[in-house]
């Protein structure tokens, strides 16, 4: 089947995927390591920068102040049945 786009010949799907599945040969491919995956240091430790990091750690900062965001401080709950002051 022939379809043209804007009055140009398209390859249809099947012969496209012919076409990839034949370039695509395994030997070609280099096998990944998982193992030597795993052992590279972290971009903490090479120096890469990482937005995703930067930006869970400015938080609602992020464009706004060069001060990370920090959740406000946590009050303790009073005891319950013991009165303030009797030490």
């Given at each position: 089947?022939?379809?043209?786009?804007?009055?140009?010949?398209?390859?249809?799907?099947?012969?496209?995927?012919?076409?990839?599945?034949?370039?695509?040969?395994?030997?070609?491919?280099?096998?990944i390591q998982l193992d030597?995956?795993?052992?590279?240091?972290?971009?903490?430790?090479?120096?890469?920068?990482?937005?995703?990091?930067?930006?869970?750690?400015?938080?609602?900062?992020?464009?706004?102040?060069?001060?990370?965001?920090?959740?406000?401080?946590?009050?303790?709950?009073?005891?319950?049945?013991?009165?303030?002051?009797?030490?």
């Amino acid at each position: 089947m022939d379809v043209s786009v804007n009055d140009h010949p398209a390859l249809s799907y099947a012969c496209l995927n012919q076409r990839l599945a034949a370039s695509v040969h395994p030997a070609s491919q280099p096998s990944i390591q998982l193992d030597a995956v795993s052992q590279l240091p972290s971009n903490q430790q090479v120096g890469q920068f990482n937005f995703s990091a930067f930006s869970h750690q400015m938080g609602p900062n992020l464009g706004k102040s060069v001060k990370p965001w920090r959740p406000p401080p946590v009050q303790p709950l009073p005891l319950l049945g013991v009165p303030v002051g009797t030490h």
